[in-house]
């Protein structure tokens, strides 16, 4: 059946967006509602005060960058045989594909948890062992996703017979224990997908840098098919890697000015470092009767709609009322947050330029922030600068480039197919010699270390405080064989 758009969205990146009856009933159901509530970049506006849009437009502008994606595709593949059609739509009408597309597309972001991937840590260190692999890791979102898609009475009655393709394209098919690609995944989820191309130029504009600006229109005309075996991969025609190249850097300014803005990690941190404390601070046998009480079972994760009914009910400003609410050092790191009285980042070394002891290399490239062994070097590093070593937050991280994100879906030349008019389809990387050999450089290990900058919390110290800490610092970790 032909859709028919009765409705509209004013959206300032894509213009109007035309919507169907049904989207236009998930757009209002309660799951999708919860999204306006979801900061889009977490803690960002506090360096970048329009930076406050949220995860509700975003999907809206993903469900429309999906739809001219699949609105392309469709005619890309009318010069196949009905078979080769066939398989590519998964035995779908090219209406019926369209139609599964853009709502998968909408739903997509559903699964998030407050504040977005910042909070995910969390989540994922109370998962059972069995489910901690890297893959179910890195899929987090959309596990949730599929749940809330599954147990949400209303979008059950809204979704009918669409719910388990829905469902499937949030989730993916495997074949033989191993993943499939096939086209419906790769528009919502991919290396090129909907998701990117909208948040790209979304959060450039609200953040009003110009790092994130790539010609949309001409990466979607670019696009097309490459079938290899039971995969079925969108590709980037030869004309078009220009444009994705311009797509490749956009997110890579964005990754170094933006997503891993010394601010935005400092406060992605320093939330995780509040829910820990909370949770841990709260004993089992109280009562429901402080707003905190509840907030463990938000990360006691299961695919039952008791779960899914406590989700809903949490978003951004619950989460940090409940933690503003929180005795001891956890409260006080939400109430940090809250009036910017932030901690400094004061160390942001590469690991290998940091110390030349190997071991201690090795040690370092291993340590995972909020375990054991990272509090047992935050506890020395406290002792070195005499603060509370619950003001003292130790991590790792590879250096920001568009690597970041789950492997297979990365917006990367290892990743792009790229298919010329003659000869074979092969990766962007192996296309030709270009501007984005930079980004195939190896990724540096790199320390970083959160403090308090000063004990009184004087926001106008002067750098002497900030240089003696530095000092200190790289002292501990190139003398003795730290």
């Known amino acids: 059946m032909e859709l028919k758009y009765p409705t509209s969205i004013r959206d300032p990146i894509h213009g109007f967006i035309p919507l169907t009856q049904k989207e236009r009933r998930l757009i209002d159901s309660r799951p999708f509602q919860r999204l306006r509530?979801?900061?889009?970049?977490?803690?960002?506006?506090?360096?970048?005060?329009?930076?406050?849009?949220?995860?509700?437009?975003?999907?809206?502008?993903?469900l429309r960058v999906a739809s001219r994606m699949a609105d392309h595709l469709l005619e890309e593949i009318q010069s196949l045989t009905t078979g080769q059609r066939d398989e590519i739509l998964l035995g779908k009408s090219p209406d019926d594909f369209?139609?599964?597309?853009?709502?998968?597309?909408?739903?997509?972001?559903?699964?998030?948890?407050?504040?977005?991937?910042?909070?995910?840590?969390?989540?994922?260190?109370?998962?059972?062992?069995?489910?901690?692999?890297?893959?179910?890791?890195?899929?987090?979102?959309?596990?949730?996703?599929?749940?809330?898609?599954?147990?949400?009475e209303e979008l059950v009655e809204i979704l009918e017979e669409d719910l388990d393709d829905v469902v499937q394209v949030i989730e993916g098919k495997k074949h033989q224990g191993r993943e499939v690609r096939f086209l419906a995944k790769e528009i919502v989820s991919g290396p090129?997908?909907?998701?990117?191309?909208?948040?790209?130029?979304?959060?450039?504009?609200?953040?009003?840098?110009?790092?994130?600006?790539?010609?949309?229109?001409?990466?979607?005309?670019?696009?097309?098919?490459?079938?290899?075996?039971?995969?079925?991969?969108?590709?980037?025609?030869?004309?078009?890697?220009?444009?994705?190249?311009?797509?490749?850097?956009?997110?890579?300014?964005?990754?170094?000015?933006?997503?891993?803005?010394?601010?935005?990690?400092?406060?992605?941190?320093?939330?995780?470092?509040?829910?820990?404390?909370?949770?841990?601070?709260?004993?089992?046998?109280?009562?429901?009767?402080?707003?905190?009480?509840?907030?463990?079972?938000?990360?006691?994760y299961g695919d039952t709609q008791e779960y899914i009914s406590e989700f809903l009910l949490w978003h951004d400003e619950r989460m940090m009322d409940c933690g503003c609410a929180a005795n001891g050092y956890a409260g006080d790191l939400f109430r940090r947050i809250r009036d910017r009285r932030l901690l400094k980042l004061r160390l942001d070394e590469d690991i290998r330029v940091l110390t030349k002891d190997i071991n201690s290399q090795d040690r370092l490239t291993?340590?995972?922030?909020?375990?054991?062994?990272?509090?047992?070097?935050?506890?020395?590093?406290a002792e070195v600068l005499g603060c509370p070593s619950e003001l003292v937050i130790v991590r790792n991280t590879t250096s920001a480039t568009p690597h970041t994100g789950r492997e297979k879906y990365r917006l990367e030349p290892e990743t792009v197919v790229i298919r010329p008019e003659h000869g074979e389809a092969r990766k962007l990387s192996e296309h030709e010699p270009s501007i984005l050999r930079r980004l195939q450089e190896p990724e540096q290990i790199r320390l970083q270390v959160i403090v308090q900058d000063d004990p009184t919390d004087n926001l106008s110290a002067d750098s002497d405080r900030a240089s003696e800490i530095r000092d200190k610092l790289y002292n501990l970790y190139q003398q003795g064989g730290k």
Do not use: W
Not at 98 to 127: C, M, N, Q, W, Y
Not at 369 to 380: L, N
């Open 98 to 152: 369209r139609r599964i597309v853009r709502i998968a597309a909408l739903l997509h972001d559903i699964g998030h948890l407050p504040f977005g991937h910042s909070t995910e840590p969390v989540l994922l260190s109370k998962l059972p062992v069995s489910l901690r692999n890297t893959e179910e890791v890195e899929s987090l979102h959309e596990r949730i996703t599929s749940s809330l898609i599954r147990h949400s």
């Open 366 to 381: 291993t340590l995972e922030s909020h375990t054991d062994e990272a509090r047992k070097e935050e506890q020395e590093i």
């Open 37 to 62: 509530r979801i900061r889009q970049l977490a803690h960002a506006y506090l360096v970048y005060p329009g930076a406050v849009h949220t995860r509700f437009e975003h999907s809206v502008g993903t």
């Open 192 to 300: 090129v997908d909907s998701d990117k191309l909208d948040y790209l130029l979304r959060d450039s504009h609200y953040a009003g840098v110009k790092y994130g600006v790539f010609d949309l229109e001409k990466v979607i005309e670019s696009t097309t098919i490459h079938i290899s075996g039971p995969h079925c991969f969108l590709a980037i025609k030869g004309e078009g890697v220009r444009a994705i190249e311009q797509c490749i850097l956009a997110k890579f300014f964005l990754a170094e000015q933006l997503y891993f803005h010394k601010v935005r990690v400092v406060t992605d941190n320093m939330l995780v470092r509040g829910l820990n404390l909370t949770l841990v601070g709260m004993p089992e046998s109280q009562t429901s009767v402080k707003p905190h009480d509840n907030l463990g079972k938000l990360f006691e």
